[in-house]
């Protein structure tokens, strides 16, 4: 647990997950890239629980509805989840070495990722196959490098 919270910091980084989560990106790359929301939900979950929470975490999801035009809600309710999955072991993680929490980052984004797209097939989108995990796996190989990043821009300026 980080002892202070630098707002500045989970501020920018909330706006830039927001924006790298719309951004351009390589057509035949696009189903590669990491999910940005929700690895800052899980940070600022697992480091600041009681500053971050489940609802901060659903009105990020509502602002990402927005931006990627989705039936509103569906990312609301999948980050809302993400949260209280991190709140329900963020105890337990910090205690694993970084090799087990990329582990559990891909297990937890795994199920955001299968819970928007059980949502999105339940509304009428006609997605086939499992390449929508494919942004858990490369969000659990960028997150040791998001945490350290974040970490040492929290401590500098918090």
Not at 57 to 70: F, I, K, P, R
Request: charged share 10%; net charge neutral.
């Amino acid at each position: 647990m980080l002892s202070v919270i630098s707002y500045p910091v989970f501020a920018l980084s909330a706006v830039l997950a927001l924006v790298l989560s719309i951004a351009l990106f390589p057509l035949g790359w696009f189903e590669f890239r990491p999910e940005w929301l929700g690895l800052v939900v899980f940070y600022w979950t697992f480091r600041a629980p009681a500053q971050f929470g489940i609802l901060l975490a659903w009105c990020l999801g509502l602002l990402l509805d927005v931006l990627e035009a989705t039936p509103l809600g569906v990312n609301g309710v999948a980050m809302g989840l993400l949260a209280f999955l991190v709140l329900t072991i963020h105890q337990r993680l910090r205690m694993y070495p970084m090799p087990q929490q990329c582990l559990m980052v891909f297990l937890l984004l795994g199920i955001n990722q299968m819970l928007v797209h059980f949502l999105k097939q339940m509304l009428g989108a006609d997605d086939a196959g499992f390449s929508y995990l494919w942004p858990a796996i490369t969000s659990a190989v960028v997150w040791p490098f998001l945490c350290v990043l974040l970490d040492n821009l929290n401590r500098k300026l918090g």
